[in-house]
């Protein structure tokens, strides 16, 4: 009538100071403190469907094992660990500068004036005819521009957390009986718990692990890929700077047939000449196109990082913590295996 004891002495010494509940059975009476009480051999009949005569032989040949078994209840917790990865974008702003140089060309009218004193008169001669001033001006802007671009980046985190569980099962005791007699069998006395326990644990049922934040490294990032051209303002343009004058290129004189300008230049007739007026009239100018240089690239200023979706990895569980065995409902007693 007893069952070898399967559990470990810790798990032994864990339960055997926790009292079993007191059996849902009105017919059986059992202490749960003690193992002590007694059974009619009425249950017992019923539970193994026996005739008394059937009965009293089964008590004979000592063919009647009895245990007591009760649910049992264990608290179990477990750290968990997870990886993750994040993307990200990032925009840029960048700030470029351009050179640009113009050319230009200039009218320019000239008229002499000269007062003969050897009965010539007066002459005065114009060359109005347009010259190119060929004067090239050179001229420096500066423009800002912006363009905006993007480069993704990813980093890694992890976050940790715990979840917690409940062990259940079963825990089984043999039971030292006398069968009590008069002139038969007429009941069972419960002398008290035999042996070493028995602890059946079953499966574990654990909740959702619970985890605080992510906790991510620095982000790692791409290159810049820029989409937008730049855009510019106007140039700023100083003066132009002209070549001389004595570089005009001119046109003929208005001379009348006969009549030379040079002669009023001539120094060998200097004194034959009283009034002399030589003026030279600068024109408008004409702008020429704009030559743009090259783009010189300024710094790039970061801008705000766009936080992607977290790639959560697997969760990594640690140590499971067992707490002690607790009882679940209340102890059943059997004959045979059979409750009573």
């Not at 030279?280 to 936080?307: K, L």
């Amino acid at each position: 009538m007893r069952i070898r004891g399967l559990l470990t002495t810790s798990v032994a010494a864990s339960v055997t100071a926790i009292a079993l509940g007191t059996p849902a059975f009105a017919a059986v009476s059992l202490d749960p403190a003690t193992g002590k009480g007694f059974i009619g051999k009425g249950d017992v009949q019923t539970a193994l469907a026996l005739n008394n005569a059937a009965l009293q032989k089964a008590v004979d040949s000592k063919g009647l094992a009895f245990t007591a078994t009760q649910p049992t209840l264990q608290q179990q917790s477990q750290t968990a660990t997870q990886a993750a990865s994040q993307a990200g974008s990032q925009t840029g702003v960048q700030t470029g500068t351009q050179t640009g140089t113009q050319s230009a060309t200039q009218v320019v009218t000239q008229t002499l004036t000269c007062d003969f004193t050897n009965g010539n008169g007066t002459k005065t001669f114009h060359r109005s005819g347009e010259r190119d001033a060929q004067r090239t001006a050179t001229r420096t802007g500066s423009r800002d521009g912006l363009r905006t671009g993007s480069r993704d980046a990813s980093r890694d985190g992890t976050r940790s957390g715990s979840r917690a569980g409940v062990l259940t099962g079963n825990l089984t005791y043999d039971l030292d009986v006398d069968a009590r007699k008069s002139n038969q069998y007429t009941g069972f006395i419960l002398k008290g718990w035999k042996g070493t326990p028995v602890h059946e644990a079953g499966a574990t049922t654990w909740d959702a692990a619970q985890f605080g934040e992510w906790t991510f490294g620095t982000w790692s990032y791409g290159a810049w890929t820029f989409s937008d051209a730049y855009t510019f303002g106007d140039y700023t343009f100083g003066d132009y700077t002209f070549a001389p004058l004595t570089s005009t290129q001119w046109g003929a004189w208005d001379a009348a047939p006969g009549e030379n300008p040079d002669d009023c230049l001539r120094s060998s007739i200097a004194d034959k000449i009283t009034l002399l007026s030589n003026v030279v009239t600068p024109g408008a100018v004409t702008d020429g196109p704009i030559n743009d240089g090259a783009v010189t690239d300024g710094a790039i200023t970061d801008g705000a990082v766009t936080d992607g979706a977290v790639t959560e990895g697997a969760t990594t569980y640690g140590t499971v913590t067992t707490g002690e065995i607790t009882f679940n409902g209340p102890a059943k007693v059997l004959v045979n295996g059979k409750t009573l």
